[in-house]
């Protein structure tokens, strides 16, 4: 069975600095891993997905995120905070499930918190 | 392209009534899935619909029940309404079964008294 741990439900930091959001899955086949964003009272937003290649991910919004196999993380980063970026992130894994479909396991987010 | 769209946006119901919500997949797409987010949690899946067939379920009881009908808009009813049904539900669809992304409506709030 697939996991996902976000480190720390709530991560607080200063407009303008770096933002570290961490994720680590447990997958028993190479994984799918996505980052989400969701805004108060809306559906989640795709930011950034790994499928297969390049390690380094970009995402949408200046986010980016590194997939690091011997660690089973894949954190999401974004080197200044914005504002706008005040939001709930879920990280989530898939892989092929019986029936032919990726079905994400969502962690359980972490709540970004931007301070003037 | 029109996205994922979800009615109601809220409702309320009471403790053993039975309640429908509709979701409405993005244009092109034939697969839908169904995800109960209680408060400060991640969405948990219910199952997916694919041509018209449930196509995989997770770990709900069997008064959650969904439709999907052929111009792949989807309903998911549940019964016997309990206070832990309490929740944002979320639909999301996708444009082929095997499709690793999933793009997601704004969700149905629904409160259970």
């Known amino acids: 069975a697939q996991s996902v741990t976000q480190l720390g439900s709530h991560v607080s930091v200063s407009e303008g600095a770096l933002v570290l959001l961490r994720c680590n899955y447990s997958?028993?086949?190479?994984?799918?891993l996505f980052w989400y964003v969701q805004y108060p009272n809306q559906g989640l937003q795709l930011l950034l997905k790994?499928?297969?290649?390049?390690?380094l991910v970009k995402g949408i919004n200046g986010f980016e995120a590194e997939f690091k196999k011997s660690e089973t993380s894949f954190h999401l980063t974004k080197p200044s905070a914005h504002m706008s970026d005040a939001a709930e992130y879920f990280c989530?894994?898939?892989?092929?499930?019986?029936?032919?479909?990726?079905?994400?396991?969502f962690g359980r987010g972490t709540s970004l918190i931007v301070h003037p | 392209e029109t996205g994922v769209t979800q009615s109601p946006t809220h409702l309320i119901k009471t403790r053993g009534q039975q309640v429908t919500l509709r979701c409405s997949s993005q244009?092109?797409?034939?697969?839908v899935s169904w995800y109960q987010q209680a408060l400060g949690q991640g969405p948990q899946f219910i199952f997916q619909?694919?041509?018209?067939?449930?196509?995989g379920r997770g770990n709900f009881p069997p008064r959650f029940s969904g439709l999907q009908f052929p111009n792949y808009s989807s309903e998911l009813n549940v019964n016997a309404l309990e206070l832990d049904d309490s929740a944002l539900y979320l639909c999301?669809?996708?444009?082929?079964?095997?499709?690793?992304?999933?793009?997601f409506g704004p969700g149905t709030r629904l409160t259970v008294l």
């Open positions: 997958s028993s086949v190479p994984p799918y």
């Open positions: 619909y694919y041509r018209e067939e449930e196509n």
């Open positions: 989530a894994v898939s892989d092929l499930k019986q029936g032919g479909s990726y079905i994400p396991t």
């Open positions: 790994y499928t297969t290649g390049a390690t």
């Open positions: 999301a669809s996708s444009r082929l079964l095997g499709d690793n992304e999933q793009f």
């Open positions: 244009s092109g797409h034939n697969t």
